[in-house]
């Protein structure tokens, strides 16, 4: 049985997605891309994941559920809701900034601290 990809965005909307659908018979997956959370170099995102037999069915299931509201997901779109929205470029670059100069400056203090020990001999 091969997976297709349905849909890509914030595991906490795959997540929402993969229950509606498991809650209509369909079978769901959801995989993380955590690697490059933990890196620190884009937002976490997810796949939702469906077998390629009934990927236009749960396509369907998805668009309906979202049209007749009993999937409450208007405010929960990806990139519209403003509570889980990225950062915002500035803010990500001022700690990018605080990172590496936090990283530098501690490399002087090292290099110092090993220059006056090795005069004090």
């Not at 297709?4 to 906490?12: D, I, Q």
């Not at 170099?41 to 509201?69: H, I, K, N, S, Y």
């Not at 405010?75 to 403003?82: D, P, T, V």
Request: charged share 20%; aromatic share 10%; proline share 5%.
């Amino acid at each position: 049985m091969a997976f297709v990809t349905l849909e890509v965005g914030p595991s906490w909307r795959m997540q929402l997605l993969q229950g509606l659908l498991e809650a209509r018979g369909f079978t769901a997956l959801v995989q993380e891309d955590g690697l490059n959370t933990y890196l620190g170099q884009a937002r976490p995102t997810a796949q939702l994941q469906v077998p390629e037999e009934v990927a236009a069915a749960a396509r369907t299931a998805v668009a309906d559920a979202e049209r007749d509201g009993s999937l409450p997901l208007e405010g929960l779109r990806y990139r519209s809701n403003q509570r889980f929205s990225e950062p915002q470029p500035v803010r990500a670059l001022l700690l990018d900034v605080a990172f590496w100069l936090t990283i530098f400056l501690t490399a002087i203090w090292v290099i110092w601290f090993l220059l006056h020990d090795a005069g004090a001999v």
